[in-house]
């Protein structure tokens, strides 16, 4: 039996969500407030480097959204060198100002790690903190890794916090090394093998019915049902 993956592939009319979720996901945690500490600045600090790397992976990659919009992951297709954003150091001082030593900083720790060999790279998974943060989180990821394993890669990935720690290991992610962030904090560099091709059933998470209010911003708190638009074709 054939199961639909509970996300759609990403367009760029949808970058502006997937920013507000990565702002809503990013600002509240350690490393949110390490990179911007001015707490009143810090989402449109976050926002605006957060849109040069989105922007990039829908031109070198792919990003996936659950249907309700409710989280969002974003991966780089790392089959050869991918080159950075055009005009990247132009546009990260102007997205973080003072704070682009910081930015740059973390970059330089997680580049150091990545693999050289071809796989697919989720650069970011985006599921705010909320009540049903566990199963946004688990139905974006199975979901995306359904359409990504059709590539026949292995994946890699970081994670910055237990939750999704637990989350990636259940889905077959294995731990390659543990790194130091700038700040202190530890972070663990994860790696899932290449899938099988097979044919097989997937059982998806079920997240509990999405609330439209959402700390990212006003946007996500106006739009009520993502899959309509896709029925649609809007």
């Not at 945690?29 to 911007?36: M, P």
């Not at 009143?40 to 990659?61: K, Q, S, T």
């Not at 990821?141 to 989350?167: F, K």
Request: with cysteine; hydrophobic share 40%; proline share 8%.
């Amino acid at each position: 039996m054939h199961l639909s993956p509970p996300v759609n592939r990403a367009r760029w009319r949808d970058i502006d969500w997937i920013v507000d979720l990565v702002t809503a996901t990013v600002a509240p945690t350690t490393l949110g407030a390490w990179l911007v500490p001015d707490q009143r600045r810090r989402p449109a600090v976050l926002a605006a480097a957060a849109r040069i790397w989105i922007e990039h992976a829908l031109l070198f990659g792919d990003a996936f959204l659950l249907k309700d919009g409710a989280a969002a992951t974003v991966w780089f297709h790392r089959y050869r060198p991918t080159p950075p954003p055009p005009r990247y150091e132009e546009r990260i001082e102007d997205a973080c100002g003072e704070h682009v030593v910081r930015f740059r900083r973390l970059e330089q720790v997680l580049a150091a790690r990545r693999p050289q060999e071809a796989h697919n790279h989720l650069a970011i998974l985006a599921a705010p903190p909320d009540a049903d943060r566990a199963a946004q989180a688990a139905a974006v990821l199975t979901g995306s890794h359904r359409l990504m394993d059709t590539l026949g890669l292995p994946m890699y990935a970081e994670t910055h916090n237990d939750a999704d720690r637990r989350l990636y290991r259940r889905l077959g992610y294995r731990e390659r090394h543990r790194v130091s962030r700038p700040d202190g904090a530890l972070l663990d560099v994860l790696w899932r093998p290449a899938p099988s091709l097979g044919v097989r059933t997937v059982a998806y998470p079920q997240p509990a019915a999405r609330r439209t209010a959402r700390g990212g911003g006003d946007r996500l708190a106006l739009v009520a049902d993502r899959s309509a638009d896709t029925s649609s074709g809007r």
